[in-house]
Each structure stands twice: as C-alpha cells, then as structure tokens.
C-alpha cells in the first residue's frame, strides 16, 4: 500500500532551520515525481517546491516557489526512501502545516509540478509553527 508520511515539524524560533521528511511507504519514493506544499490557518494551500522523478538524475531538479528559493532545499535521499525539505532563515510567515505528495508514475522523467491537482497521493502533514 502507497503511503506517505511527512515528519519533523515543531516549533523554531524566526531565523532558525528545519528539515522535514517525507517517507514513502511501499514503494521506492525518489522515483516518483513529489510536492511539497503548505496550508496556513485562513490561506489556500500553496506550493513550497517540488522535485522531479527522474532515475537518470540521481539528486533530482528541485523547483521552488518565489517565496521558498534561496531559503528552502529539497533533496532525495534513496538510502532511506524519502525527500526532505531542508528550511532556513524561517519566519512567522512560514508558519503552516506541511504537505507532501507524489504523483504515482514512476520513474516519469524530467519535471515537476506545483500545481497540488496533479498530484494523486499525500501525507498526513505536520506542522511547523515560526515563533519566539
């Protein structure tokens, strides 16, 4: 059965870092085109980033949104079947749960989406809250 579980979230002072994991639960996660995305109480869900399926590229080609590049990292880490999502520089606003998903084609190629409608499968999410 295809699950995916994202953990890690806490509480993080402003200007602090986080890394949340996405695992990915009978099948082989880094092959599947993934999304990360976050939802603040009050404000539609938005994307964070994504990374692509691809198995000729072993790290992936991560994309981000406006809000998110230069501070967030998403990496693919096949040892352990998950994608994180490394967060620096955090501020209040980036208080939200998390979401991960993938879309289940394996090995897709090239690409990713940020719009959550293409993808097929998420995670529960969790919770990262910026404060002092």
């Known amino acids: 059965q295809v699950q995916l579980v994202e953990s890690g979230g806490g509480l993080v002072q402003p200007g602090g870092s986080l890394t949340l994991t996405c695992t990915g639960t009978?099948?082989?996660?880094?092959?599947?085109?993934l999304g990360w995305f976050r939802q603040a109480p009050g404000k539609e869900r938005e994307a964070v980033g994504c990374i692509d399926g691809d198995g000729r590229s072993y790290r992936g080609v991560p994309l981000y949104s406006d809000s998110t590049k230069s501070r967030f990292t998403i990496a693919k880490d096949y040892t352990d079947n998950t994608v994180h999502l490394q967060m620096n520089f955090l501020s209040p606003e980036d208080t939200a749960v998390y979401y991960c998903a993938i879309d289940l084609v394996f090995n897709a190629g090239p690409g990713c989406y940020v719009n959550a409608q293409k993808y097929d499968r998420w995670g529960q999410g969790t919770q990262v809250t910026v404060a002092s």
């Open positions: 009978g099948f082989h996660l880094p092959y599947y085109r």
